[in-house]
């Protein structure tokens, strides 16, 4: 029987035309669809630019010990620290990354290690870099984080310098409902957006995942998504609450897009819903119109809410 030589079965890495000419086939059959690992240090996307007027951006990320920003604490920090165009929105480049660890001085749950997949002997003895951060939160004029509702509470417990520095949001501040997207988790959108993925759950690399989705374009309305998203962190808006407002026109409130909250979280109890600031006498209007019957609105309590505040302990 013939000897096979070993070299018949050894498969020789693509190279990237390679690479490409097989991506291209796979999705002109209509049947792939190819998911490329998100590589920021050969994006194509950053010009890699100076910008003359520029501001300096963080992508933030943490993992914590819990859910409970009085109780838990950080274990890891992410940040990606970008240029950008605040005029265009256009981000030109990265000019700092930082990643570290933090010893809750308590074991992990087993959630926790199985989520993250870090372990109490990579954080045992570990600290934040306290002068890096604070050096990063130095320059910043925006943080961005993928539900800033949750990571800014923490942030801000350990590093009381990010109460003072504009937040935005992009779990909450894209409507990814009108681009038609049905998850908000980072993976699905990085996927929807631009056919990326990415290693999730360890804070840098969720960081980088962040940063990734900015540079991409929405599916449905083709806008840039920093761009959406810098106009909307922006924003002054304001938290309307019907406060005792009539039982039967809640399916009214639900319609309009209002949520109920029962005064357990903060802020009023009953249904209320946030629109931009110069919207609030419309949507007062309506409330008059169509759901207090006396057209009387002085029980409605009303919250505006700035970039400063925004997604902090402060806001409610």
Known sequence: MKKRDKRDYRQEPLNPLEAEIAISALHSTGEFMVLRRLNLERDSRFTGKAIKGGSIGLCLDTETTG?????????????????????SGEISRIIDRYNGFEDPGRPLSGEVKEITGISDEMLAGKRL????????????????????????????????????????????????????????????????CGG?????????????????????????SDRPVFGELLNNARAVTSRICAVNAPFDRKDLLKQRGYRWNDGGRGGCKGW?????????????????????PSGNTSSVDIERIDPLARFSVREG
């Open 129 to 192: 870099d306290d002068q890096k951060v604070l050096q990063l939160a130095g320059q910043a004029s925006l943080v961005i984080a993928h539900n800033a509702a949750f990571d800014r509470k923490f942030v801000e417990a350990r590093f009381p310098v990010f109460a003072h520095i504009p937040w935005g949001c992009s779990v909450s501040q894209i409507d990814w409902q009108a681009e038609r997207i049905s998850s908000r988790s980072l993976e699905y959108l990085l996927y929807k």
């Open 272 to 292: 209320w819903v946030t629109v931009p600031s110069e919207l609030e006498p419309e949507e007062l209007a309506y409330l008059a119109r169509d759901i207090y």
């Open 196 to 220: 990326y993925c990415i290693n999730a759950h360890r804070a840098l690399d969720d960081a980088e995942g962040l940063l990734g989705l900015l540079l991409c374009r929405l599916p449905v």
């Open 67 to 87: 859910l409970d920003h009085g109780r838990d604490r950080i274990i890891e920090l992410g940040i990606v620290a970008f240029e950008y165009d605040p005029s």
